[in-house]
């Protein structure tokens, strides 16, 4: 398992980008919230920012084909971080926030990026279970937020 975020494969970084229920909708699906641009659209400028980093990337939108792909990343020694939006599931996960919390006390850091402000919205969307599980969150800066999880997790 990847303990720390300095293991390099042929000189680079792996970070896996991991997006959960809907978020194959974005661009698509309440733009007011979730903007215009399609996540697949934004993917290839992230991959530009960071010539050091492999981005991989993952959507699901079952809860266990997440925790699924958490784990993987977790055995897997070349990846030394997650970006992950788990959707919805963020504020009633328990499942997620376990593999979330296995996740970072193995050593993988984990980063939670929402795309809108979660704070501002509906009562039920304050809280969330799986980023009180991560080592920091990043809500309401659209698909930027990715890129600013993608630094940190690089600059560790």
Do not use: W
Not at 4 to 17: D, Q, S, T
Not at 55 to 68: K, P
Not at 139 to 152: C, D, H, K, P
Request: charged share 20%.
């Amino acid at each position: 398992m990847c303990e720390e975020c300095v293991k390099f494969v042929a000189g680079m970084k792996k970070i896996l980008i991991l997006n959960g229920a809907n978020l194959n909708r974005t661009g698509q699906r309440s733009p007011r919230y979730y903007g215009t641009e399609s996540f697949d659209a934004f993917l290839p400028s992230l991959q530009d920012s960071f010539a050091n980093v492999e981005i991989l990337y993952s959507q699901h939108n079952g809860e266990g084909d997440i925790i699924d792909a958490l784990q993987a990343a977790c055995d897997d020694e070349e990846v030394c971080g997650v970006v992950i939006n788990p959707g919805a599931y963020s504020h009633y996960s328990l499942a997620i926030a376990d593999a979330l919390a296995d996740a970072m006390e193995g050593g993988m850091p984990v980063v939670e990026v929402h795309l809108s402000n979660i704070a501002a919205r509906e009562d039920f969307r304050h809280h969330s279970v799986t980023g009180a599980r991560c080592k920091g969150v990043i809500a309401g800066l659209g698909l930027e937020g990715y890129r600013l999880a993608v630094q940190y997790l690089t600059s560790m």
